[in-house]
């Protein structure tokens, strides 16, 4: 097995799998094409969430669109996620204020 430098190639941080990998800005974490694109999405929902809760608004449909998210991150794989999704989204939300 060849140890050349594959950056873009790797093991998923979410859904565990090896496969082609992203990085995200400001993360240290790689995703797989799949993980990252749903993982954008459930960020930018947990910050449409704070927001619509600052704001007094019904949080009820955001809500529901990032439990959507985060069951098809989750099930990905049948193995589960190794990182739960909401620590991902916190964190994103401490490291980013
Ligand atoms: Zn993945």
């Known amino acids: 097995m060849e140890m050349t430098e594959q950056a873009l190639c790797g093991q ?3 859904c565990g799998r090896v496969t082609e990998l992203l990085e995200l800005p400001g993360r240290t974490d790689k995703f797989c094409l799949a993980c990252s694109a749903d993982l954008a999405t459930v960020i930018l929902l947990g910050t449409e969430i ?12 955001l809500v529901c669109e990032f439990e959507e998210v985060s069951t098809r991150m989750l099930g990905r794989d049948g193995q589960g996620c190794p990182v739960p999704l909401r620590n991902f989204v916190l964190e994103n939300e401490k490291s980013g204020s």
């Open 50 to 61: 704070d927001a619509a809760t600052v704001a007094g608004r019904s949080t009820d449909a």
């Open 12 to 14: 998923c941080s979410v």
